[in-house]
């Protein structure tokens, strides 16, 4: 059987599968935080130097990837739907920014509690909080133009376009805000070297990434269905979609 | 967004050339005719500059230290407040539309609104920083760089600004809107801008901060015609 890839680009089609994937993931949400916690809070070890205090890293390190991920996520979509004309990508990519901001906001927020009890300070003009801070604003604008403007058409394209704008100079910002200033802490975790972190460190801040990500997925596919809903109330199979539950 | 290619795919020089030139002498024309409107626009640029050491302290010590981020951010939104007039007067009178419509290339059409507009804000802030820079304690090396880097900085501010003055035509919200959108771009050029002249109180070369300017520009002007393009069909759709 071939699969048809342009089965799930229209929204009549999309909105059961968001629907079961939704309560997939929002499963694998819980039971991921959950056992991430436990590993993160009860199994890892004290570090040396920084105390318990690090262990804000569970959370601070996951939300501030998922940030820099979903606006890439947002990109993506806003290239299709600017490139092909769906409605479907704009709404994702719509669905998407709210949890890319909380995500930048979490970030930010968790990194003020950490760099409180290491750095002395709630916070300092560092490089990659600097980003972080000025990502959060980038989503915020498109955030802020969606609301704006009325037709939700113009809006999709306009955001799209912002997006893209934003996607190009996400990368220059981060690069040029990382010559001009850093002391934040060097990635504990890299790909090409061996961890400078406990084993068990690791797989807590792996498997609260899991988490996250659960989340973030679960969420934006909660909310692409709303606005699916919401765009798509004058059409028939939404009418027959809703009336049932209204008839009860 | 095909139609859009198709009209605009592989334009001749020639056609590219009166286009840009055409939109450059028509905007440039109806900014020197309100020239009370330019001269405002300038003395905001001052008048924000002389604002700080009253804010903060007379002593050389900080000024100096200040000086390039003051004459930088003031540049960045002197340059915000003037975004709106490249496409808001041409949006509501129906003008744009026509420009839009007309077989010339869109892209080269706001090619010629965007140097316009670079030629009657940027260039002029480029002008007087240097000037504006004697109250900072900046000396004649320093003063040069803030120029230089203003006048490769500023070109870049009006490409970005368009985009966000294309995107918010049409949208609730104006002007503080735009500022939300655009400020966020600007602050590479910000860094890299400002950056120069304290490179070179350091001790050490401008030359990396200009080259990165020179570079961004250089992007900017190769992508922005385009995406700003979009924006217009977008905000006329």
Redesign the interface.
């Given at each position: 059987m071939i699969f048809n890839w342009f089965r799930y680009s229209s929204p009549i089609s999309f909105y059961p599968l968001a629907g079961r994937l939704s309560r997939v993931f929002g499963v694998l949400a819980v039971a991921f935080t959950i056992a991430g916690l436990y590993i993160g809070l009860v199994v890892a070890p004290t570090d040396a130097t920084q105390g318990d205090a690090y262990r804000i890293i569970f959370l601070h390190v996951p939300t501030a990837w998922m940030a820099m991920l979903i606006y890439l996520a947002m990109a993506f979509w806003s290239a299709l739907a600017?490139?092909f004309?769906t409605r479907l990508s704009a709404m994702m990519a719509q669905a998407l920014a709210p949890t890319g901001a909380l995500m930048a906001a979490l970030a930010l927020w968790s990194g003020a509690f950490w760099g409180r009890p290491t750095w002395g300070t709630y916070w300092a003009w560092d490089a990659r909080m600097t980003s972080t801070l000025?990502l959060l604003?980038?989503y915020?604008?498109v955030i802020?133009?969606r609301n704006?403007?009325?037709?939700p058409?113009?809006a999709d394209?306009?955001c799209a376009?912002?997006s893209?704008?934003?996607a190009?100079?996400v990368p220059?910002?981060y690069f040029?805000?990382q010559?001009?200033n850093t002391l934040h802490q060097g990635s504990s975790i890299s790909f090409t070297s061996a961890p400078k972190m406990a084993m068990t460190m690791v797989e807590g801040l792996l498997v609260m990434t899991a988490g996250v990500w659960s989340y973030c997925i679960a969420v934006t596919l909660a909310r692409v269905r709303s606005i699916i809903v919401e765009r798509e109330r004058g059409s028939g199979w939404v009418a027959s979609l809703i009336a049932p539950q209204g008839a009860r | 967004m095909s139609e859009t290619w198709a009209t605009t795919a592989a334009p001749d020089a020639a056609s590219v050339s009166a286009a840009f030139g055409w939109a450059l002498a028509r905007d440039l024309r109806i900014a020197l005719r309100s020239k009370a409107e330019l001269g405002v626009q300038l003395m905001f640029y001052v008048i924000v500059v002389s604002l700080f050491p009253l804010a903060t302290s007379p002593s050389r010590e900080v000024l100096a230290t200040l000086g390039p981020g003051v004459l930088w951010t003031a540049a960045l939104l002197a340059s915000l407040l003037s975004l709106p007039r490249l496409f808001s007067a041409d949006f509501s009178d129906g003008t744009l539309e026509q420009i839009a419509l007309s077989p010339r290339p869109l892209p080269a059409l706001v090619s010629g609104k965007m140097a316009a507009h670079w030629l009657t804000t940027g260039l002029p802030v480029a002008v007087l920083a240097p000037v504006l820079g004697g109250q900072y304690a900046m000396d004649g090396t320093e003063l040069g760089i803030l120029a230089a880097a203003l006048l490769l900085g500023t070109p870049i501010l009006s490409l970005l600004g368009a985009i966000g003055a294309a995107l918010t035509l049409g949208a609730r919200g104006g002007g503080s809107l735009l500022a939300l959108l655009v400020l966020p771009l600007y602050a590479p050029v910000l860094i890299f801008g400002a950056g120069a002249v304290d490179a070179r109180r350091a001790g050490l070369s401008a030359g990396p901060q200009l080259s990165l300017l020179a570079a961004g520009l250089l992007l900017a002007l190769a992508a922005a015609p385009f995406a700003v393009a979009t924006a217009v069909r977008i905000a006329l759709d």
């Open positions: 600017l490139g004309n000025i604003f980038l915020l604008g802020a133009l704006a403007i009325d037709d058409r113009r394209r306009a376009l912002l893209l704008v934003g190009v100079n220059i910002i040029s805000v010559w001009w | -």
